[in-house]
């Protein structure tokens, strides 16, 4: 039984909806970010950054106990574990590793700069944050185009969409009211409708 540590925000909900999706028993442990649980002594033994998500998994490679952060990284391990969600062919293998990685480093970059210019900056910018938006637009209009020439970002659903969807899912209205990505809704309503994305959601709510 893997033990989930994690919270409702898009990194937290990203590994909740993997494991939901990859059929891996597991517990979910919700942290109130901001009331500091994260920053407890139970908390930080297991993860000593204090970031969520963290997941534990007893049955690791070769049956040893494992600790891995980091959400992107607990989606790649959930779906080598369950044999789910990874192309088999190369090159949509490699596509799929390549929008995950977008979705990591480009979008949900951009997207936690507008939460931290608005929430917790102590010097808030209305500039700032307009710019900062328009490069979460411009991030997202690339996905548009490649949605553009398949079903899902890998041509086929892949690690590279479960990264992606929880930080879509929060802008979608602040998207919608920029501009129209109309590949990216479609993929963004197939991708609500999925058992599993439901319940990842609603477990760490």
Not at 7 to 14: D, E, F, I, L
Not at 33 to 55: C, Q, S, Y
Not at 91 to 117: C, E, K, M, P, Y
């Amino acid at each position: 039984m893997i033990d989930l540590h994690t919270a409702n925000t898009s990194n937290g909900q990203r590994a909740a909806i993997i494991l939901e999706e990859c059929g891996l028993p597991h517990r979910v442990r919700a942290y109130d970010l901001f009331k500091g649980e994260h920053k407890n002594p139970e908390f930080l033994a297991i993860a000593p950054a204090g970031a969520i998500p963290v997941i534990v998994d007893p049955e690791g490679p070769g049956g040893k106990p494992i600790t891995i952060a980091q959400s992107c990284a607990i989606i790649l391990y959930a779906a080598e574990k369950s044999g789910k969600f990874i192309p088999a062919d190369p090159a949509r293998r490699a596509t799929a590793l390549q929008w995950l990685v977008q979705a990591a480093a480009d979008v949900s970059a951009s997207s936690g700069n507008v939460f931290f210019n608005s929430m917790l900056l102590p010097d808030k910018s209305e500039q700032n944050g307009k710019w900062y938006l328009d490069r979460v637009f411009r991030h997202f209009t690339d996905c548009d185009r490649q949605l553009g020439s398949g079903e899902f970002l890998a041509g086929e659903i892949s690690v590279a969409d479960f990264a992606l969807y929880p930080v879509f899912a929060v802008r979608r209205k602040t998207l919608e009211e920029v501009g129209s990505l109309p590949n990216l809704a479609r993929w963004g309503d197939q991708m609500a409708s999925r058992e599993g994305v439901r319940k990842g959601l609603a477990a760490v709510a």
